[in-house]
Nanobody
């Protein structure tokens, strides 16, 4: 099995910054795309940012220029630096990873973290 553990959420004022981190552990053979999604109350989960194993990034239009995604393939981690936060960024943020699992049939499997709350308010 593979586990994703997020950290770094919290309460911040508009214009502030937070950094989210997520580490993959367990029977990890390799990791493809990693990313962050978010879900605000009453809304569907939406993509925030992804990064491929080749380093290609993709961002939601609403966060371009404010958020930066990065990964460390030695530590099996993905991070999200969030700057100039807005109240509209308030949501539960979920880490995602596409993983090849040791001992499982050769394929890539999707895993999710449990989520970390980010609240932006005065």
């Amino acid at each position: 099995q593979v586990q994703l553990a997020e950290s770094g959420g919290g309460l911040v004022q508009p214009g502030g910054s937070l950094r989210l981190s997520c580490g993959a552990s367990g029977r990890v053979f390799s990791i493809g795309t990693m990313g962050w999604y978010r879900q605000a109350p009453g809304k569907q989960r939406e993509l925030v940012a992804t990064i491929t194993d080749g380093g290609r990034t993709n961002y939601a239009d609403s966060v371009k220029g404010r958020f930066t995604i990065s990964r460390d393939d030695v530590k099996n981690t993905v991070s999200l630096q969030m700057n100039i936060l807005e109240p509209e960024d308030t949501a539960v943020y979920y880490c995602y990873a596409n993983v090849e699992v040791i001992g499982w049939a050769k394929a890539m499997y999707d895993f999710w973290g449990q989520g970390t709350q980010v609240t932006v308010c005065t």
